[in-house]
């Protein structure tokens, strides 16, 4: 079954009250309402926790952010803004629990394993700008907490170091393939990769994270073998913020979570077969041997007396030999099913 995140991420918008609305969407039961089904949920929820003391250059966070998205006047206002701190994850990683939640948390720097002290994530996430960040690896996989890896910003070489760090420590580890594009325009997503990936990372679990627009394409990447799906998800695509409009609100994230959900179902095995649930409009519409005119009793079946029509519940074409030379015991008016019990 898919292990599907909804990456809370910024948008909360340095607000506890917003995070824990959003968990109370994805908690919503998800049912499937043509067949009156209910479908499991999403798996976990993300939030992302950064120490800017280790993460911008002074010039970065002095320089001006004047955009109808910013939180402060300068790029490090808006970034401190929207950190909440150590108490701030604990209470809402104790309120995706109370609701049976996964908990996921991004690391952007060593000083954020401070968290650590307070509560254990179930899953690490190294975001696609860190897969470089060795020294910061290092230091999750010494937590032997598993870790989702996101591949947004590199490539072979990328993974490949950042696996040897890792591995040293333990192997429980998600690959996740992401285009580091917001919004990502369908062109480049290039969802093949996940196949790249599941042939030449076997060992490792395979997954998608999408920044796309709308819904088909983690659907579709599920329908590839991807074990991960993550997507950011908020209140509402108008709100102020960076990541909103390129989010699923909550319509958005019930119609993800069904679709999956409903497509796990779909997938069965890898055979061919006449499925139970088909038997009675089998029945109903299939064709079956019946007279083109009418018959007489005492008559000799041949097979310019035969057509096809429904119901199914007769002989088949390619039975006709059990009737063809046979004498019927019975008058049969024309267009009605020939049953063998019509026959002498």
């Known amino acids: 079954m898919t292990y599907i995140i909804g990456e809370i991420g910024q948008n909360h918008n340095g607000s506890v009250d917003i995070a824990k609305l ?13 067949f009156g089904k209910k479908l499991k949920g999403m798996d976990a929820v993300k939030l992302t926790k950064r120490d800017l003391t280790q993460e911008l250059s002074a ?9 109808p998205h910013s ?25 995706a629990k109370s609701y049976g939640l996964d908990f996921v948390e ?3 720097a060593v000083g954020c394993l401070s968290l650590l002290k307070l509560f254990t994530p179930d899953k690490l996430k190294v975001a696609s700008r860190d897969l470089t960040n060795l020294p910061l690896l290092n230091a999750m996989a010494e937590t032997k907490i598993p870790i989702i890896l996101s591949t947004g910003m590199g490539g072979a070489k990328e993974i490949d170091n950042a696996l040897d760090v890792i ?22 997503v290039n969802l ?9 990372y076997s060992d490792f679990v395979i997954g998608y994270s999408d920044h796309t627009i709308g819904i088909a394409t983690p659907i579709a990447a599920v329908a590839m073998g991807s074990e991960i ?12 913020g960076t990541d909103q409009a390129g989010s699923l609100a909550v319509e958005g994230i019930e119609r993800m979570v069904r679709d999956i959900r409903n497509l796990e179902l779909s997938m069965g095995k890898e055979e061919i077969f006449i499925a139970d649930s088909v038997q009675s409009a089998r029945v109903k519409l299939e064709r079956s041997i019946a007279s083109l005119k009418d018959l007489k009793s005492g008559h000799i079946i041949s097979e310019g007396d035969l057509h096809l029509l429904s119901p199914g519940d007769g002989l ?22 020939i049953y063998t019990d019509f026959i002498k």
Not at 327 to 336: F, G, L, R, W, Y
């Open 71 to 95: 939180f402060g006047k300068t790029y490090g206002e808006h970034r401190e803004f929207l950190e909440l701190d150590d108490q701030e994850h604990l209470e809402i990683y104790n309120y």
């Open 229 to 240: 799906i993550e997507k950011h998800i908020t209140l509402d695509r108008l709100m102020k």
């Open 316 to 337: 088949k074409w390619d039975e006709r030999a059990k009737l063809i030379g046979q004498v019927i015991k019975q008058d049969i008016a024309a267009n009605e099913i």
């Open 22 to 34: 959003i968990i109370d969407v994805v908690s919503r039961p998800v049912v499937d309402k043509l």
């Open 59 to 67: 010039s970065q966070m002095a320089k001006s952010y004047d955009t």
């Open 167 to 188: 591995t040293k420590h333990h192997s429980n580890i998600g690959i996740l393939h992401c285009v580091s594009e917001y919004p990502t325009r369908y062109e480049n």
């Open 106 to 108: 991004t690391l952007c």
């Open 192 to 200: 093949n990769t996940i196949k790249y990936l599941q042939k030449n």
